[in-house]
């Protein structure tokens, strides 16, 4: 690293946050000069770095001196959609251990969820009824499909491995055909070999021109019927009249989504009230703000190695 600290300049979470992340830094990462986005006295010209969430047109003009940008979610396409968006600055995805290991129990959570049948526990409660619904199927009888076997995705396979369930994994790119207990497949035919096992289907792909709407009529319904789907990809990879139609004919028997193709969640969707479908805002993975810290820090420390970091943004993959 150079003698001079490196400058971030934070605008994540608006104005409101900027004490919690420079207390954040202070205490956990002091090698790096923390810088307010909003502060008029902030030269952002003299930024190395910024930490960003959202980012309008005229805020990504002003980044293109940047050496780097970093993103507080594992999702970028919002920002890199923009024309504005400089392509020739590095941007870094958020990861790292806890929030892998929080994506891991969300999914373990959804997954018992899914096969306990628990939605219709909290809507008895709700409606003070009790009736017995009986679920005597374990997890090892249960299998799971993991899309997406990345640096997340292959921590929530393992850990739903762990757990008992037989999984399988889907990849685009061809590899080894196992990863300790768990099953692994890549390619058109691989996707349909994965789908046919699948009691239950985890879907964590990143958002890519190819995956857009995958979650369609034709992809579920090659699932087990009966079976449930988990969404904690992004909102545009389910047609969301088609699961809504799956789970009306049965061939379905309910989802836990983190995300949906709107958010915050328009307030008239069908999606709020289906009886089979648990709603979550978009939290099955936030670290820690001292988490955040240090990935971010230690991202900041690898760029100005010269290293590359793992979650470094892809343009011609798009992820």
């Known amino acids: 690293m150079t003698n001079m600290a490196p400058r971030l300049v934070i605008s994540a979470d608006g104005p409101e946050a900027f004490a919690g992340w420079r207390d954040s830094f202070a205490a956990h990462a002091p ?17 190395d770095y910024a930490l ?64 306990r049948d628990a939605r219709t526990w909290a809507l008895q ?19 799971v499909t993991v899309l997406g076997y990345g640096q997340i995705g292959a921590v929530v396979a393992q850990k739903l491995a762990q757990a008992g369930f037989s999984v399988s994994a889907w990849r685009r790119s061809a590899g080894a055909t196992s990863d300790g207990a768990v099953t692994l497949h890549h390619g058109e035919k691989g996707l349909h070999d ?10 964590l792909l990143p958002s890519t021109p190819q995956t857009r709407h995958i979650l369609d009529r034709a992809t579920l319904s090659r699932l087990r019927r009966g079976a449930g789907l988990i969404n904690v990809g992004r909102g545009d990879h389910l047609v969301e009249a088609d699961l809504l139609a799956l789970l009306e004919n049965g061939h379905l028997c309910g989802a836990v989504l983190d995300v949906v193709s709107q958010e915050p969640l328009s307030a008239d969707s069908p999606l709020w009230d289906h009886p089979a479908i648990t709603l979550t805002p978009h939290i099955a993975s936030e670290a820690s703000r001292e988490a955040q810290v240090r990935y971010i820090a230690e991202t900041i420390r690898q760029m100005e190695r010269g290293e590359t970091p793992a979650l470094l943004f892809d343009h011609a993959r798009g992820y």
């Open 125 to 143: 409660q709700a409606g003070h009824i009790w009736a017995r619904n009986l679920v005597s199927r374990t997890s090892a009888e249960t299998g």
């Open 52 to 115: 960003v969430w959202e980012a309008d047109d005229e805020d990504l003009r002003r980044m293109g001196h940047l050496r780097g940008i970093l993103c507080t979610g594992a999702g970028v396409n919002h920002l890199v959609k923009s024309p504005d968006f400089p392509r020739q600055v590095k941007l870094a995805r958020m990861g790292g251990g806890d929030t892998a290991a929080l994506m891991a129990d969300y999914v373990l959570w959804a997954c018992i969820a899914l096969l």
């Open 194 to 203: 994965a789908l046919g096992t699948a009691d239950l289907l985890v879907n």
């Open 31 to 47: 090698d790096i000069e923390i810088l307010s986005w909003f502060d008029p006295d902030t030269a952002h010209g003299q930024a």
